[in-house]
């Protein structure tokens, strides 16, 4: 059985604020340390569970802060971008279940280092009229691979957040959001306990689990965080503008979604 795990920085037990996931300053080397151990401790208990091969999918910012040196060997690790499956890069590859390890709120909620994607670009971000962040973005990704997403895990905010589109998911809290940057946190030895044992059962419910789809055409909205974002991005033709920071476009399939938003994400660079 094989199981693709994808692992983001925010929702780490431990970290709390932008420079913990940022590169080039020592309290990010602190925080790439803890989210490795938490990636290994996901394989663990996938092992355990019955998963007989792993991809592990680093799934933060430039998309290469696991140390490889640290990483389970058990696992095989899917490093570096672009690509064109971005955070679940590796569905395509046969994996029967997806788990997404420190994950966080989508933007505009109250959990800790919220964000879509891209917190200078995008506000919010609906496909098909519902709103979604990362976990929900890239669930239906993987639904439309025909996986389904089996664990997850980050503050109580991402919890509540994607429990009603994984219901049938194991979604392990690690910490209670207080605000943007501050909570409570359980210790890195508990968090890497928790996460083991929920691992491991999720794997042994996989049956049961269904994989999140959302049914073409896609319609994407998104909101802007400006409107100089907004004028940037209508320079690819097939958004449509619908008032200062608001677009909207059609895609053909989650994925193409995904990869719009992807571009978007790197143009918006250009007015940093």
Not at 104 to 124: D, E, P, V
């Amino acid at each position: 059985m094989k199981i693709l795990i994808s692992v983001d920085i925010e929702g780490v037990a431990g970290v709390f604020h932008p420079e913990q996931t940022r590169a080039g300053n020592p309290e990010y080397e602190r925080a790439r340390r803890l989210m490795t151990a938490e990636a290994n401790a996901v394989i663990e208990g996938a092992l355990a569970g019955g998963a007989t091969e792993i991809l592990v999918n680093d799934s933060h910012g430039g998309f290469r802060n696991l140390l490889p040196d640290l990483l389970h060997p058990a696992a095989n690790a899917i490093l570096g971008k672009p690509r064109l499956l971005g955070m679940m890069s590796g569905v395509d590859s046969g994996v029967a279940g997806v788990m997404m390890v420190g994950y966080h709120g989508r933007s505009q909620s109250c959990g800790i280092l919220a964000h879509t994607i891209n917190s200078f670009a995008f506000a919010r971000v609906w496909l098909n009229d519902q709103e979604l962040g990362e976990a929900g973005i890239y669930g239906a990704l993987a639904g439309e691979f025909g996986v389904p997403v089996i664990f997850g895990s980050g503050d109580d905010v991402f919890v509540t957040e994607n429990q009603p589109l994984f219901p049938q998911a194991t979604l392990v809290s690690i910490k209670t959001a207080d605000g943007a940057n501050s909570g409570t946190s359980l210790s890195p030895q508990s968090a890497l306990a928790k996460l083991g044992e929920g691992a491991k059962a999720s794997v042994g419910k996989i049956a049961a689990c269904s994989p999140f789809v959302l049914q073409p055409t896609i319609t994407c909205k998104l909101q802007t965080t400006s409107p100089a974002l907004a004028d940037l991005f209508c320079q690819l033709p097939i958004l449509e503008r619908i008032d200062g920071v608001n677009l909207t476009f059609s895609a053909p399939s989650v994925q193409y979604a995904v990869r719009v938003l992807n571009s978007l994400s790197a143009m918006s660079f250009m007015l940093r």
